[in-house]
């Protein structure tokens, strides 16, 4: 059974920095994609971050490139995302999840398997 666990949510104060963690089983983690998604108050679910199965390519939704950065540790079956200069808009949860078994890393629809999801809060 494929299982991802997110943590390192929290409360941030604007301008910080906080690192997501998810720890994957059940799958050949090296042999997906793998990408962060979030759900704020009130807002559908988006694509905020992807990364190609050997680590080699990124991808970022436009709100938030340049201040998060994704990556992952294949020999740990983990995957993080590195959020810096926090804005109150980032406030929502985080999830991690698999591409499976294809289509758009930039479209949700796209990723059959989800975590829990973690909460960000950003106070301003």
């Known amino acids: 059974q494929v299982q991802l666990v997110e943590s390192g949510g929290g409360l941030v104060q604007a301008g910080g920095s906080l690192r997501l963690s998810c720890a994957a089983s059940?799958?050949?983690?090296?042999?997906?994609?793998m990408g962060w998604l979030r759900q704020g108050p009130g807002k559908e679910r988006e694509f905020v971050a992807a990364?190609?199965?050997?680590?080699?390519?990124?991808y970022y939704a436009d709100s938030v490139k340049g201040r998060f950065a994704i990556s992952r540790d294949n020999a740990r079956n983990t995957l993080y995302l590195q959020m810096n200069s926090l804005k109150a808009e980032d406030t929502a949860v985080y999830y991690c999840?698999?591409?499976?078994?294809?289509?758009?890393?930039?479209?949700?629809?796209?990723?059959?398997?989800w975590g829990q999801g973690t909460q960000v809060a950003v106070s301003s």
């Open positions: 990364i190609s199965s050997s680590g080699g390519a990124s």
């Open positions: 059940g799958l050949t983690f090296d042999s997906f994609v």
């Open positions: 999840a698999v591409r499976y078994p294809s289509g758009s890393v930039f479209r949700t629809g796209s990723y059959s398997h």
